[in-house]
């Protein structure tokens, strides 16, 4: 490796008995980064770069926090924000009629 290359730390991953990667990021660390970044919402970067995982690990654990209806998610653009599911920022609630596109 030459100078100018980057460094990459290397992680080791714990296995579980069924040779699957054990979780090592619980769900509340990830809620936790709401807290850590400035503004209602956060992005998969947000969450890999307070975690320490990959954007890959944090796609993941966000979406499934989405899918337990802790978190609502929309597309911007090419770039997906999160936010806690019931937080309005401030702003009242509108009933969405038909054709929405938020998951």
């Known amino acids: 490796m030459s100078d100018k290359t980057p460094h990459r730390r290397q992680r080791r991953r714990r ?35 307070v975690l320490g995982v990959s954007t890959e690990a944090a796609r993941t654990k966000l979406n499934g926090l989405v899918e337990r209806g802790e978190l609502r998610r929309r597309e911007t653009g090419r770039t997906v924000v999160y936010w806690v599911a019931g ?3 401030g702003r009242p609630t509108r009933e969405r009629h038909g054709g929405g596109h938020d998951e």
Request: aromatic letters at 6%.
């Open 15 to 49: 296995r579980r008995d069924n040779g699957r990667f054990a979780e090592t990021v619980p769900p509340e660390a990830v809620q936790d980064v709401f807290s850590a970044v400035d503004g209602p919402v956060v992005t998969t970067t947000d969450v890999a770069d």
């Open 87 to 89: 937080d309005t920022g």
